[in-house]
Every structure is written in C-alpha cells, then in structure tokens.
C-alpha cells in the first residue's frame, strides 16, 4: 500500500463491527505497558505522552494514524496494523484514535503546513547544542522522539516540526524553544531535520507464517545454554550469541508484536507478543529446566512481562535479554527476516521488508 493509499484509508467508510472493541480496552492492552496507563509518556523506553495536547491536538490525522500502523522501524514502537501483521484491524485503529482523542480533551487543529527554508548547516549546529541531548546526535532518538525516524520524517510537516519547536509539549519533557531560539534559529533546525528524510512508502504486508510452536526449542540434543546471569532476571546478549554459536539448548521468545518478529528476529525465536500473554505457549514449553530468554526493544517491559507470565506459571529458568534486541542487532548479534533469510546488516534487519 502506498503511503497515499495509507492516508486515504484513515477517512475510508467503515463497517461496524459486530462488536465493536471498546478504547480503553484497547489501549490497555496494547499501549498502556509503554505510553503509560493514563497516557502520561515514558513508562517505558521514554515512550512520549499520548495526552500531550501539542501532540494531540496539532498533529495531523495522517500523522497520528500512521504512527500507529507503521510504527517506528528501528525503535521500540511497533506496527500495530493487522495488514503488517499487528494486532489491530483497521476498526480499532479507529477505536483507539478516536478515544485517545476524546480522552486528550482537545479540539482537532492540525498546524497550518508551511515549507520552511533555513540553512541546514547551521541547523545542525543549533540541532548538537539544543537538541542532541535528548533526541541523539543522529536522531536516534533517547528521552526525547527518534526525529531521524523515516516514518516520523515522512509525516511530519515542517509546519509541525516548527510548532513544536516553538511550543514544546505540555507534561513532557519537551520545553517550548520559542523564547530560546529566533525564527531563523527555528527554521534552520527544520531544515536540518527535513534534510535527512530520505523519502519512505508504506511498506507492503508482509505475510510469513511463524514457526510451530512445538518447534520451540532450539537444539534440543545440545547441553542447556550457559547464560551469564544477572541478579537472576536479565542474561547478557554476548552469552545468548555464544550459546547459539556452541549450538546449546535454548528458547528465545520475541515479546514486541509480530510485525517486528516480521522484519526481523533473532534466529530460531518464536514471536510471543507481550499482548497475548503465555497461554497458547505454556504447553509446548518443557518443564525440564531449558533456559527461556525473551527479549523485545523496551528493551526490558515487554520481555519482563512476558518472563514474569512464565515465572508464575513454574518456569523459574525465564530470563530477559538484558539489552533488547536493538543493542543485539548494533552489537552485530545475527538476525534474520521474517521469512528467514539471514539479514545482511543493521538496517536491512531493522527496516520493513516486502
């Protein structure tokens, strides 16, 4: 679906659904681990407040909806939409949108889009001593949004990025810099930033059927994987690389929703979403001590969840990838695709495939 089509399906007529998902609901289930359970931002990973109203109120429809569906590759925001392999039809996106809007308390007033024309070199300059702090020397993101993002380039408008700027976002960490920085200041950030967008289309679906789950364990012959523990809860991504490579008795569960394990996925893990918890799992899981290590990009609230659901359950051997699956990419850990092939870099294992 192109990225148009993708637009023009958040105004497309909807069916009603037989029974319809309720808001709240949703966002407790989906959202709630990360955005935090009155949508207060950084509960996990600095996910950003859902209830800012610079945010709610000022960002496009387009902007938000595509947020949702598309998440953030490379980050810990995942794709939520069921064409990408998310848990959300295209209904409850419209569910969930429209009680976050209800709940933000805010009319719908898109910024004006404007094209801004600054310097970029000196943008960057403004970028490393305001900015860099809390949104990463190349944008990756940290307690601030990932603003080197594709997906979030692709669809913010200069016109918001100034506002925002400018503004700030309330209950965030966000200041407003409209006192701090003149217009040209501004402007030269927006150019900076606008800069480094290289251009993004809605991926197509990708449709790859997950492994049997009685296909859990990995090198059922091998000895049980000799882990390096900490305080008996996290394992570190060098002993889990290491024990793959020696080829030990091991089962990886990825905890982030299955439009990640899609992209990418350690080798041999099977996608467990944080959102199902272990019902359908618990049964296919010997109970013969094999170490179980789930991991996700938090990098620890998903997989925390899912290894507390296993804990309760008897499986005292469950265990956190320490670092999370960016760090494990980064480190150069192997990864393959969806449909598993190996990927050959980073970027090609962190980016959606088609």
Same mark, same amino acid.
């Given at each position: ?11 497309? *007529?909807?069916? =009603? ?35 800012? @109203? ?6 496009? @429809? ?9 998440? %953030? ?13 998310? *848990? ?22 898109? &910024?004006?889009?404007? &094209? &801004? ?63 701090? =920085? ?25 449709? &790859? ?14 000895? *049980? ?45 099977? *996608? ?26 938090? @990098? ?15 499986? %005292? ?24 092939? @190996?990927?050959?870099? %980073? ?8």
């Amino acid at each position: 679906m192109s990225f148009s089509l993708l637009l023009l399906s958040l105004f497309a *007529p909807r069916a =009603l659904a037989k029974e319809p998902a309720d808001g709240a609901m949703l966002y407790a289930r989906y959202c709630a681990l990360c955005h935090g359970d009155d949508r207060q931002g950084h509960a996990a990973d600095h996910a950003p407040s859902l209830r800012s @109203p610079q945010l709610m109120g000022n960002a496009s @429809p387009g902007f938000l909806w595509t947020a949702v569906a598309q998440g %953030r590759p490379g980050t810990a925001m995942a794709a939520f939409a069921e064409e990408q392999g998310g *848990p959300l039809s295209h209904d409850q996106q419209h569910v969930l949108l429209e009680w976050l809007m209800a709940r933000s308390g805010v009319p719908s007033e898109p &910024v004006d889009d404007v &094209v &801004v024309n600054g310097d970029p070199l000196q943008g960057r300059v403004v970028y490393d001593e305001h900015c860099a702090s809390c949104h990463g020397v190349k944008g990756e993101g940290g307690a601030g949004t990932a603003l080197g993002n594709p997906v979030f380039l692709a669809t913010a408008s200069d016109g918001f990025l100034r506002h925002t700027i400018q503004q700030g976002r309330a209950a965030t960490p966000m200041p407003a810099f409209a006192q701090t =920085l003149g217009e040209k200041e501004t402007d030269d950030v927006v150019s900076f930033l606008r800069a480094r967008a290289i251009g993004w289309d809605a991926p197509p679906p990708v449709r &790859v059927r997950p492994p049997d789950l009685d296909a859990a364990v990995l090198n059922p012959d091998g000895p *049980p994987a000799r882990l390096e523990h900490r305080e008996r809860r996290f394992v570190s991504s060098v002993s889990v690389a290491a024990a793959l490579a020696r080829e030990e008795r091991i089962i990886l569960l990825d905890a982030r929703p299955v439009s990640d394990w899609q992209r990418s996925h350690i080798p041999g893990a099977l *996608p467990g979403p944080f959102y199902d918890g272990v019902d359908a799992i618990v049964p296919h899981l010997p109970r013969d001590g094999t170490p179980i290590v789930a991991y996700c990009a938090c @990098p620890h609230a998903a997989s925390g969840k899912i290894v507390d659901a296993l804990k309760g359950r008897g499986f %005292r051997q469950a265990r956190i990838l320490d670092e999370g699956v960016l760090h494990w990419a980064a480190a150069g850990h192997p990864l393959e695709l969806g449909d598993g092939a @190996p990927a050959k870099s %980073r970027s090609d294992a962190l980016e959606p495939t088609g």
